[in-house]
């Protein structure tokens, strides 16, 4: 089940593309998105400026294509063809790096549909493909050109790595692709790291201290796809939990969408506070950070500070309670759809 947040993101990105109309409100209500949500969908579709050419050609995220005798399938975001040159270009909504498109096989794939549809569509093959990886929130592009018979050749080897992937005869290595690998979780490689990983932070009784270089060159790589593999758990218990309402997870627990109020800071205000409390080089660090980062630096300062400075936030205006939506694990205590609101609400991992 893919995320919410990525989901909105490509339904805003491709109405942005083709300059086609889309309700950011809408958007918010059949994804639950959050205000903080909307924020990073508004900052990424800012950066999306993409220019069709009248009669282009195109696949834009409407249908799914198949290729290489059905085995590899899939639904490019986005592919303009005209005058022999196909580009397509692969949204990517978050802020980690993407593997280039040279060695990107999920980029090469969507090569290789796209051309397998131009040829049952009775086009001419093209004689340049222009790959590209769009990143708004990053401002980064990242383009490598391919002939038609480079895209041939990779379409063997993909062939072959579904070939062996589904007799189950292929030799696995893990690295940092497992980030971006949609099977890694059914993967026998990787959950085979999992285990090594185990075993390097927590040696059972009797082991040997382990070699910390060569663990941290063997994990390291694969802790990124552990962060992913997080993601896709928090994905699917906030879409489930959409879907089905709160989740009972035993022992007292429950998972829900709730209604919390955050503060949200307005910057000169905040700095014309905080410098009633401290110095000016402090005050300017925290000002248009966050709550959390004030309340910090106020602990540090004088036990008891944070909840003065707080206060004296909300009294000046320069901190206003504002609703918003949070999914959150709840312990004990009141289930109910208003729990969580205000100062003293449910507390959990977001």
């Not at 018979?149 to 189950?168: H, L, V």
Request: aromatic share 6%; proline share 4%; glycine share 8%.
């Amino acid at each position: 089940m893919q995320s919410r947040l990525g989901q909105a993101f490509h339904e805003a990105a491709r109405a942005k593309a083709l300059s086609q109309p889309f309700d950011m409100d809408g958007l918010r209500t059949r994804y639950a998105l959050t205000d903080a949500e909307v924020k990073e969908i508004d900052y990424g579709i800012y950066n999306i400026t993409i220019r069709i050419p009248e009669g282009a050609w195109l696949v834009a995220d409407d249908r799914p294509l198949t290729a290489l005798n059905e085995k590899l399938t899939g639904t490019p975001d986005l592919a303009i063809y005209v005058k022999r040159i196909l580009t397509i270009p692969d949204w990517k909504s978050g802020w980690g790096d993407v593997e280039d498109p040279e060695t990107n096989n999920q980029l090469i794939g969507y090569a290789i549909l796209v051309l397998e549809a131009i040829r049952q569509s009775g086009l001419e093959d093209p004689e340049r493909i222009d790959l590209m990886i769009v990143q708004p929130k990053r401002n980064q592009v990242k383009l490598a050109s391919f002939t038609i018979e480079q895209i041939e050749a990779r379409a063997r080897d993909i062939e072959r790595i579904i070939d062996e992937a589904e007799t189950g005869k292929g030799n696995f290595t893990t690295g940092p692709w497992c980030a971006s690998c949609f099977k890694n979780m059914n993967c026998p490689a990787f959950a085979g790291q999992i285990k090594t990983l185990a075993a390097f932070i927590e040696p059972g009784e009797g082991a040997l201290i382990p070699d910390v270089e060569k663990a941290i060159r063997i994990l390291l790589p694969v802790s990124k796809a552990c962060a992913t593999v997080s993601k896709k758990i928090d994905a699917l218990a906030k879409a489930w939990v959409d879907k089905n309402g709160p989740l009972d997870l035993g022992a007292g627990q429950i998972y829900a969408k709730i209604l919390d109020a955050k503060l949200k800071l307005d910057a000169w205000k905040t700095l014309q506070t905080l410098i009633e409390y401290f110095d000016d080089e402090d005050a300017w660090k925290v000002m248009s950070a966050s709550m959390e980062k004030i309340q910090e630096l106020a602990r540090k300062k004088k036990r008891g500070l944070s909840t003065t400075v707080k206060k004296r936030l909300i009294e000046t205006g320069a901190a206003e309670k504002r609703p918003s939506i949070k999914y959150t694990i709840i312990k004990g205590g009141d289930h109910g759809e208003g729990a969580g609101t205000g100062d003293n609400g449910a507390t959990g991992k977001e």
